[in-house]
Structure formats: C-alpha cells, structure tokens
C-alpha cells in the first residue's frame, strides 16, 4: 500500500493515510499486512508521538473493527470496574461512553484510578458526526511540564482519593453490576478489592467505593513521568452547572453523588487547584474531525483523550489492550 505519513501539530497524532483505494470490499487485510510487517517501527512511532491515526484503511463496520483487533494479536483488556457508561458489544469491543451529545467529556487517561489500567486504546469510526465531536488528545508528558511546580508536587504527595456510589439498580449512573458485570456480590467484591477499592455496603443496596491512586506515574518503556489521574474528572465541580444542580437536589449532598474526589488524605483539592488543571489542559489540546473507518490508537499514559460536543450521529467503538500494569 502506498502510504504518507504526516506529523500534526504537536506530532499528535501521527497520521498514517493509505493513498490507494482499496479494491474490493472494505476490510482489515491490508492494515493488518502494514500492522504485522512495520510492528517494531509502528510501536516505536507510538511511543515517540502518543497517538497513531489510521485513515483510509476501510474498517468502518462492527465486524470488520472486531476482526481487526483479532488480528493484531494484542492482549485483550475487559473493561471491568471502569466508571464510563457503555455497552459491551463484542470480544473486548465496546461502544463509546455514552453521554448527552451536547456536552464535553473532559480529557482523562483511561482507568488510571486504578491499579490496572490499559496500555493501548482503540477507536474506530463507523458514523462520523454531522458537526463536532472530535476525539481531543494532550499529551500526559507535555501536561505534567506545563502544570505548576507546586501544584504538582502537593498532589503527588497527597495522591487522589476516588469516592464512587453505585446504586444496585435503581438510580442515576451505573449499577455495581454493570461496572464490574456481574450479579454475584462476592465476585464483585473480590473484582473491587482486585481494583484496590474499599466496599461500603448501604442500606438500599448501593455501594460506595473508595481507593487511593497516584498524582502521576512512570511509563514502562519510555521512562518519562506523566500526569496519571481523574481528579479533575470524578470532581463534581467538572459537571455543567445544571447538571450540578440536579444532581445535589437528588442527593442533597456532594458525599453521596455517583462520583467525587479529594486528597488521598480525604482533604478537599481546592477549586483553583481543579481550574488550573482543566485550563492548561486545554490550552495543548489537539483534535481533529473523524473520518468513517479512521482507526486511532493511544498508548493510554502517554496521551489523555475526551469528546467534543456533536450534533447529528456519531458511533465510534472502543477496544483496549495490555495490562495489569
């Protein structure tokens, strides 16, 4: 296949674009022919830039993303114990978190409040949306130089305390059952303690999860230290101020919204604090608008990923590979 490889800005991501049509149905064979003979020089990119997008490549259906995870010979990674809502819909692939359209989804490392996380995340166009709805990207390395220095350095001392209320069945957001798939209370205690979280059993049936994670973290192969957590995302103060406002009038307190988070000493993170975070990181976003059948991979700690706001359709799957870390 003829290809041109392109730096972005930022180099992120690096887009590699087929040049010739493909013949015949579109499939996985010939980006699985370019994946199994560049594989050291692909993975090599991918750690250099972060992010990797393929376009042109023909993977715009279910079936066809599903035979190309297959085939790239990844480790599998199930997301279990994940807070985002969606739907499994195949081996290892899921659909996209499932939010109103009109809002954004703030940037984040997938599952980094945990002690397992996913090496590799892949996202797969098959709608693309009429307007907007990019996938946004900022590079952990990047982020963690441009923070304050102080700021920095308060949270990898305190670390982050994740506080997650899960109703079982009946409530806003998920169930314990859909987080860790199960109905068996013991297999889901034994998934939550795996996932070093402490469980709160409550008197209607909902559970409260807590567990300590790290400020940043050490990528295994590059060496490099990266901005690793969700505070800014679990704290309610992300929420548009509707939503905000809903939610305390169904809770009536902060403590029980489905999710928040403090200093791993169970001190608030001052507000300031969170706004630094989000402002800086907006101020290194890249996106740039989805093509159906753009395939995109991330190594999850090197770069952070969130959705823009969209208008019309929009369907992208998700897979993930590696870990535990």
């Known amino acids: 296949t003829n290809l041109s490889v392109l730096d972005q800005v930022q180099n992120l991501p690096l887009l590699i674009e087929s040049q010739s049509p493909i013949s015949g149905p579109p499939g996985p064979d010939s980006f699985l022919k370019l994946w199994n003979s560049c594989r050291a020089w692909l993975d090599d990119q991918l750690l250099r830039h972060g992010a990797i997008l393929f376009r042109g490549f023909g993977m715009g259906r279910q079936e066809l993303f ?27 692939i899921y659909s996209s978190t499932e939010y109103p359209p009109q809002y954004f989804i703030s940037l984040h490392n997938e599952l980094s409040y945990t002690p397992y996380w996913p090496q590799r995340i892949f996202f797969c166009c098959v709608v693309e949306p009429t307007e907007g709805g990019e996938t946004p990207l ?15 350095a308060e949270f990898r001392t305190k670390k982050v305390k994740y506080i997650r209320n899960l109703h079982g069945g009946k409530g806003l957001g998920k169930s314990w059952q ?64 509707e939503i905000y406002k809903s939610l305390i009038a169904i809770y009536r307190s902060e403590e029980f919204l489905p999710q928040n988070a403090t200093f791993g000493d169970g001190s608030l993170i001052p507000l300031e604090h969170l706004e630094t975070i989000r402002q800086t990181t907006k101020r290194h976003i890249v996106s740039a608008p989805w093509r159906q059948g753009d395939l995109l991979i991330l190594d999850n700690m090197l770069v952070a990923h969130g959705r823009n706001p969209f208008r019309g359709q929009r369907k992208i799957l998700v897979s993930m590979s590696g870990g535990p870390n």
């Open 66 to 92: 599903q035979t190309t995870i297959d085939g790239m010979n990844e480790t599998r990674f199930q997301y279990i114990a994940g807070n985002s809502p969606r739907m499994k819909l195949g081996d290892g």
């Open 138 to 152: 900022v590079s952990s390395r990047m982020l963690l130089q441009s923070l304050p220095r102080d700021l920095v």
């Open 178 to 241: 859909e987080s860790f798939e199960t109905q068996d209370r013991s297999i889901f205690e034994q998934r939550a303690a795996a996932s070093g979280m402490t469980v709160r059993w409550n008197s209607d049936g909902s559970v409260t999860l807590t567990s300590i994670g790290q400020a940043t973290a050490i990528h295994p192969l590059t060496g490099d230290e990266v901005w690793f957590n969700q505070a800014d995302q679990f704290h309610p103060s992300t929420l548009p101020p």
